[in-house]
């Protein structure tokens, strides 16, 4: 019986736990369009157990550190992984 309670709240915990990264990775999107302007299919983020990983193309090193410190910012986030690239100029005018 011990087993099989702890196998449930085993199971509970990650449930939340996936939950809780869905909800990060929301958030984190929502902003990094609204706030900075990066289009959804320019970006990617996942979040496993709070930590984020970005990927993407931004047009700018400052949109590449804004994407980072936005992601830092939210509370639940442990550890941010910047996998971002920043366009070259001529690529940055055509998209």
Known sequence: RADLLHGLA?????????????KLR????????????VPDDALNVTVADGVVHLWGSVRSQQELEAAQLFA??????RAVRNHMRVLPPVAATDA
């Open 72 to 77: 830092e910012s939210l509370p639940g986030v």
């Open 26 to 37: 929301e958030s984190i999107t929502e902003r990094l369009r609204l706030k900075i302007g």
């Open 10 to 22: 085993t199971q509970q915990a990650r449930r939340r736990v996936r939950l809780h990264d869905r």
